[in-house]
């Protein structure tokens, strides 16, 4: 549910260490008094060359719309290291079994995407998919409505409020395991 490609750029910029701004052309303390150009350029040179690109595969993605998956293609190549992103065309029930790893998604939850009941159903489907195929891994999604939370199927570890848009959400923390957490 990778959609245009923000949380995997957000991603990307963080493993590469890619400056925020890395993209902006112009800053508005440019246009201070006292701005010196040299001195800006020297902190763009180091800091453009402290960017270390990850290995490809590192981050993926995936969308079930062939749309949104040419936009984070393109979205993500405005960016060093945006080739090493995967990014499939897929269904997430689809995908294969993934290696411990991290997952951060924020899933539909507008009643303008689906029904209640779909949008319930839908979340059930991404619970069953941690619980079968993301064994060691930890997922952390966004509820952008919070009784969501309870159609997973699966108890959050963390629960920190995040407003989104002006909805009042959560992000949950789900570590997931192989078989019985306890033994």
Do not use: H
Not at 94 to 115: A, K, Q, V
Request: net charge negative.
């Amino acid at each position: 549910m990778c959609g245009s490609g923000t949380i995997l750029a957000e991603a990307l910029m963080y493993a590469a260490k890619i400056p925020a701004g890395y993209l902006k052309e112009k800053f508005g303390f440019e246009n201070m008094p006292d701005f010196d150009q040299e001195i800006w350029s020297e902190v763009k040179e180091q800091c453009d060359a402290a960017i270390e690109l990850p290995e490809p595969g590192l981050i993926k993605g995936s969308d079930i719309d062939p749309e949104a998956v040419r936009a984070s293609i393109v979205n993500l190549s405005y960016l060093p290291g945006g080739d090493r992103v995967q990014i499939v065309q897929s269904r997430f029930q689809d995908l294969p079994e993934l290696e411990p790893c991290t997952i951060l998604t924020n899933p539909p939850y507008g009643i303008r995407l689906m029904s209640k009941e779909d949008i319930e159903s839908f979340i059930g489907e991404v619970g069953d998919f941690l619980k079968q195929k993301c064994a060691g891994s930890n997922a952390w999604i966004y509820f952008g409505e919070r009784k969501l939370i309870l159609k997973i199927g699966l108890r959050p570890s963390r629960k920190f409020p995040l407003n989104n848009g002006g909805l009042d959400g959560r992000l949950c923390k789900f570590e997931m395991y192989r078989g019985n957490r306890w033994t």
